[in-house]
């Protein structure tokens, strides 16, 4: 069953909050720089995280070759993400292990709906993906028609004119508009951070975010030039545990675009853990979004597993 999502209402627009922002960025980057080859993480640890990874995936096909027999064979793969023979190596094959969601364009919400009915939640990305540059009636019409069609997140992007002239009241307007008119669904915010100019704006962007509602916040839509990165994933997500402190409101976090490897999904989760803790190690509070992360998981949970690989061509799908 799709779980009940947690809800950020906002709060009202404090530009104090983000007069104190300032990002230092070659600290970020020490703190950052020992995440992908660190060697602590054990065996155990390894196989927990990357299942907790899988779990947490939003398992993303968004090219405008997209078929309707493709994001059925997206929904097929999302709802048994993980061979049954090597979840049983694990004890892990009736534990319902499914993706967070799948994630789509509003098109092709209805053929999702059909094929997973409710065993997935549906992402939809809307508000004129990828750029966010449609009629704002026309981005908020968007959102309505694919909360009807079914979907149960909402991906929205933002203006990125308003992060790089510094209104931030116009962004927490436009985000609160299309919280609204997300209604019963969870909203995710795609700041597309590679546009940014500076770690500084991203911070202020990921708090604006967080005041208008957002009960996520996404780095990318996959598309920008520079995509997710643990550095921009620590400036959001120290945002996160500030906006927490101030509100008691959780906001999820999902980095976008370009993470393909189970080494880099156990670096985020490793990010994650370290500076929120392990309530933030939930698909309620934490996705991926990726494309193709699922099939080198499974290929090294087959390893795990069974001391050796198989052929690629196995793992295909994500
Ligand atoms: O939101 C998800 C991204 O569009 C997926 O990006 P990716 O294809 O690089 O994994």
């Given amino acids: 069953m799709t779980p009940e999502p947690l809800v950020n209402q906002g709060t009202s627009f404090h530009a104090d909050w983000l007069d104190g922002i300032r990002v230092n960025k070659s600290a970020v980057e020490r703190r950052t720089a020992s995440l992908g080859g660190r060697r602590a993480v054990k065996k155990d640890s390894q196989i927990a995280f990357m299942l907790k990874a899988v779990s947490c995936i939003d398992l993303t096909t968004l090219a405008g070759d997209d078929t309707p027999g493709r994001v059925r064979r997206l929904c097929l793969k999302a709802r048994n993400p993980v061979r049954r023979d090597i979840l049983a190596k694990f004890g892990m094959e009736d534990m319902g292990l499914t993706t967070g969601a799948v994630c789509v364009y509003h098109s092709m919400v209805p053929e999702a709906n059909e094929t997973l009915k409710g065993s997935v939640p549906i992402a939809a990305v809307s508000t004129g993906f990828p750029a966010g540059l449609a009629p704002m009636e026309t981005r908020l019409e968007e959102i309505r028609r694919s909360v009807e069609a079914g979907a149960n997140e909402i991906d929205i992007v933002v203006t990125r004119a308003h992060v790089l002239t510094g209104n931030w009241q116009a962004l927490y307007d436009e985000v609160k508009a299309f919280k609204a008119a997300c209604g019963p669904a969870l909203m995710k915010t795609i700041l597309a951070t590679g546009e940014h100019g500076n770690l500084t704006q991203v911070g202020k962007a990921s708090m604006t975010a967080m005041m ?9 839509t996959g598309m920008e030039g520079v995509n997710a990165t643990l550095p921009v994933s620590l400036v959001m997500i120290r945002q996160i545990r500030d906006f927490f402190q101030k509100t008691g409101i959780k906001v999820g976090y999902k980095p976008a675009g370009g993470i393909k490897t189970a080494k ?19 698909p309620d509070l934490f996705r991926f979004g990726a494309s193709s992360l699922l099939g080198d998981l499974e290929r090294q949970l087959e390893y795990h597993a069974t001391g050796g690989y198989s052929a690629s061509y196995r793992h295909a799908m994500g």
Avoid: H
């Fill in 212 to 220: 208008a509602g957002s009960d996520f916040i996404k780095t990318s």
């Fill in 264 to 282: 880099d999904a156990v670096a985020y989760l490793t990010l994650i853990k370290e500076e929120l803790g392990t309530d933030w190690l939930s």
